[in-house]
């Protein structure tokens, strides 16, 4: 089983549509939670973290369920520069400072005009 | 900050021949790392430095693959001799103990092609 999962979509959603991204993520003792954003041929960059209490930024609302292993990403109102594909990342918190992160395989969103 | 300069940007080169990446972290940062992705298997950790120290190459798919890191400003990964299974984009990225967790910079990443 993969450490982190994801629906690999394509989600092909109108602009101004209300899109949301699932990953679970198989470590229980993972700590932190982060999306990504990678778009074509270019590198991946962080888009935000992800709290317990789940947290907003802008029109991007992120959530977590420790119990069900569980993160969301949630884009109101979306815009054509959202296309992109959404990488569900884990940090594999281990001894020491270590800071490993386990990227899942992304989720491709198309906004269409 | 130029942010982390990976190169080159574009490699192709023939089965068995010997490819050098290379990679200039962000100044301050003192982890390192190298991640290949590809279609079939996504993002993959292959790599990390702390403090220019090796701390986990489990990821290292063989021992056709070697990373350094001689100084807190460069680190490069050696193909040799390389296959054509190795065409991928690799990334470099570095992070700082001091900043947010999760807070990775990537570099623009190595398209290899290998022939």
């Known amino acids: 089983r993969k450490e982190v999962e994801q629906d690999p979509g394509p989600f092909n959603v109108p602009e101004g549509a209300t899109v949301a991204f699932n990953c679970t993520y198989s470590?229980?003792?993972?700590?932190?939670f982060f999306w990504y954003r990678q778009d074509c041929r270019k590198e991946p960059k962080l888009l935000m973290s992800v709290y317990s209490s789940g947290n907003e930024d802008g029109r991007f609302t992120a959530q977590l369920n420790r119990a069900s292993q569980y993160i969301s990403l949630l884009i109101r109102d979306s815009k054509l520069s959202d296309s992109a594909t959404y990488l569900c990342v884990v940090n594999k918190e281990s001894s020491g400072s270590a800071r490993q992160l386990t990227f899942g395989s992304g989720t491709q969103l198309t906004v269409l005009p | 900050d130029a942010g982390v300069i990976q190169s080159p940007r574009h490699e192709v080169t023939e089965m068995g021949q010997e490819v050098t990446l290379r990679c200039k972290p962000i100044?301050?940062?003192?982890?390192l790392f190298w991640y290949r992705q590809t279609m079939m298997r996504g993002l993959e950790l292959l790599i990390y430095?702390?403090?220019?120290?090796?701390?986990?190459d489990s990821g290292m798919p063989e021992d056709r693959f070697s990373a350094k890191m001689p100084n807190a400003s460069f680190s490069t990964l050696k193909i040799q001799p390389s296959e054509p299974r190795d065409s991928a984009v690799y990334f470099c990225a570095s992070s700082s103990s001091r900043g947010p967790r999760g807070g990775y910079t990537f570099g623009s990443g190595t398209r290899l092609t290998v022939v």
């Open positions: 100044s301050g940062h003192d982890y």
């Open positions: 470590n229980s003792a993972s700590q932190s």
């Open positions: 430095f702390n403090n220019n120290v090796p701390i986990d």
